[in-house]
């Protein structure tokens, strides 16, 4: 199973998120907490910068940041929001684990 987990920003950083990396930049660290801790076979993460939506889900979600004026990078799991601004990894790994992605066994827990 492999679960999509969408970021949505935008080259320009919200006026609230001035100290904060980019939309692009997040889901890159994403990207690479996540697949360290589940692997790489069982996430996939989709940068949309919403300013520029390719799909009729990513236009519907590009409406709902603008109208609902929600914080970018926005992290999106199965129609959920589980990260608005400045995402935490413990939401996320929290609703992955919920959706049954397991954790991949360390070095230390097979020894």
């Known amino acids: 199973m492999t679960v999509d987990i969408k970021v949505f920003g935008t080259e320009q950083l919200c006026a609230s998120c001035v100290n904060l990396p980019s939309a692009k930049e997040t889901a890159e660290w994403l990207e690479a907490a996540l697949s360290r801790k589940y692997g790489s076979d069982s996430i996939r993460i989709v940068y949309s910068d919403f300013q520029q939506p390719q799909t009729d889900d990513d236009k519907s979600w590009a409406n709902r940041i603008i109208e ?16 608005e601004g400045n995402p935490k ?21 097979a020894e």
């Open 89 to 109: 990894l413990k939401d996320i790994y929290e609703k992955l684990e919920s959706m049954g992605v397991q954790p991949i066994a360390s070095t230390a827990d």
């Open 68 to 83: 609902e004026d929600l914080w970018y990078p926005l992290v999106v799991i199965s129609g959920e929001i589980v990260g």
